[in-house]
């Protein structure tokens, strides 16, 4: 018998055995970097500019007068610009309210008692127009369409600072 001989690996072998060491640091080391980067944030885009509510209300008044509508597509077109001026510019949640219940929240806002009553009359005109069938004039129409032009513009008049109450 015999003892155990200690057998050296032939060269050739030490060199393949290094380079799957070197293969496998290499994944490794990928791997990790893969696993511990950090997540891309997100590009964050500029908020488009704030849009002028009376501006924006005013235009779409313009587009209304433009476009050949039944009398309730338009008296609906009408009151439904009015009431988001009103929401955004002064906070009253008019679209979820009926026409009387605007009304009365109306009369806190300030608007002189003649604008306030041309207004109230154009939004009942509206209301029977939308669920009466009544058939208005075309002179109701320019009427209505002043009226809700004229208030907007009132309502944004009472908003305006002075410039000249600055103190010296």
Known sequence: MKDIQEVNPPEEEKVN??????????????????????????????????????????????????????????????????????????????????????VMQLRSIGMDEGMFKQLADTLQLSDLVKFAKYEPSSADDTKAFETIKKSIGHIEQSIQVPTNSEPR
């Open 17 to 102: 055995r290094l380079w799957w060491y070197i293969g496998g640091g290499i994944l490794l080391i990928l791997l990790l970097a893969i696993l511990l980067r950090k997540p891309k944030k997100p590009a964050v885009k500029p908020a488009p500019p704030p849009i002028d509510p009376c501006k924006q209300a005013l235009e779409q008044l313009e587009k209304l007068r433009r476009e050949k509508l039944t009398p309730k597509a338009y008296y609906s077109g009408l009151t439904d610009v009015f009431r988001v001026y009103v929401e955004k510019r002064k906070g009253v949640h008019s679209l979820q309210q009926t026409t009387g219940d605007l």
